[in-house]
């Protein structure tokens, strides 16, 4: 697996961020593969960060022995649990490594999907998001699936968002890369059942901010949540909200839902909404803060899941769940 590999797949994809995925069957084929890659880059100057599950890294850094420039991550540290942070996390340590002169850094990622297909959507998205968000990046990722435990849905996204694929004879442009934009925008947006069912507040014309961001936290308090979920949760509805008065057509509604195991607020305006699928992955205007474009951005943050939609011809929608367990 050598550099001239690098340059071919990038030619042939026409991707800028290396990101490759590996599935493998067993121990000896993920040492097979991995090892070298990561010595490779190790030799040439490369760090190299392991961000999987303790057992992976184990046999990882086995395999490769030990190096200044080599660096396991706690699994939870790197990815966290939600996607945007997940993104910072390696951007950041991009940064790191630049700023000590380090021209790249290989990662050998594994992510962690969830327990419910619920949750496999937002790391599928991730997946496919990354290949822009981290494209200017100085980084090469190699994302690893383990077929015997993975469900097949997750086997066929990972193959479909990445654009080389890893194995034993090297590495390889992969035909069935979907390219993010495509692959984002046909993602089904779940059911909420909850949705259909009479609201705990409904807001159908919101005009009192003050008022109504009130009377979410009044419904919200008697949840027995925590404190620090709850004022998270009323900032990313103020920011939604705020987005949805500034950016989209009257009427903005609000409805609200609260459950034993989340709560549920679903925004909405008249307005035909926005084509961006990658909106709310990092702010709107990048590392200029000052210009605003961060409400999608925190919202994605503080949520677990946060779902655009359009309603027909009543308009966009943008759902925000919070799981209280």
């Known amino acids: ?53 303790p057992r992976v890294a184990g046999l990882v850094r086995e395999a490769v022995g030990e190096h200044p420039l080599l660096h396991v991550l ?18 950041r340590l991009a940064e ?13 990622g594994e992510v962690d999907f969830g327990a419910t297909e619920r949750d496999w959507l937002e790391w599928q998205r991730y997946e496919s998001v990354i290949n822009e968000a981290l494209a ?25 968002t990445h654009s080389c694929l890893l194995g034993p004879g090297g590495r390889a ?31 159908p014309d919101v005009s009192d901010f003050v008022g109504l ?33 500034r950016h989209g057509l009257p009427p903005v509604s609000l409805r609200l839902w609260t ?11 008249g307005g035909p909404g926005w084509d961006d699928p990658f909106a709310g992955y990092g702010p709107a205007h990048g590392d200029d803060l000052s210009r605003g474009g961060m409400g999608l951005w925190l919202a994605r943050q503080l949520c677990d899941h946060v779902d655009i939609y359009t309603a027909g011809d009543s308009g966009v929608r943008v759902r925000l769940t919070v799981r209280l367990r």
């Open 96 to 108: 790191q490594y630049s700023g000590e002169g380090v021209q790249r850094v290989r990662v050998v």
């Open 136 to 160: 200017d990046w100085p980084l090469w990722g190699v994302c690893v699936f383990d077929t015997q435990r993975l469900p097949p849905p997750l086997l066929d996204s990972a193959v479909a």
């Open 74 to 91: 706690d699994r939870h540290t790197a990815y966290r649990s939600r996607t945007p942070t997940a993104i910072t996390t390696f951007r």
């Open 1 to 53: 697996m050598s550099v001239s590999s690098l340059a071919g797949c990038l030619q042939s994809t026409g991707r800028e961020f290396p990101h490759d995925a590996l599935l493998y069957r067993d121990d000896d084929h993920l040492r097979h593969v991995v090892a070298p890659f990561l010595r490779e880059g190790l030799a040439g100057g490369d760090a190299a960060v392991v961000a999987t599950t």
């Open 259 to 269: 459950a034993e195991d989340r709560i549920v607020c679903t925004i909405g305006d």
């Open 173 to 203: 442009a992969n035909p069935a890369f979907v390219e993010p934009a495509e692959y984002l925008r046909n993602l089904p947006v779940p059911d909420e059942p909850l949705e259909a069912t009479p609201p705990r507040l409904a807001a």
């Open 213 to 245: 961001r009130h009377a979410v936290a009044g419904e919200l308090s008697s949840t027995g949540a925590d404190g620090d979920l709850v004022e998270d949760f009323l900032l990313a509805v103020d920011e939604m909200v705020s987005n949805a008065v």
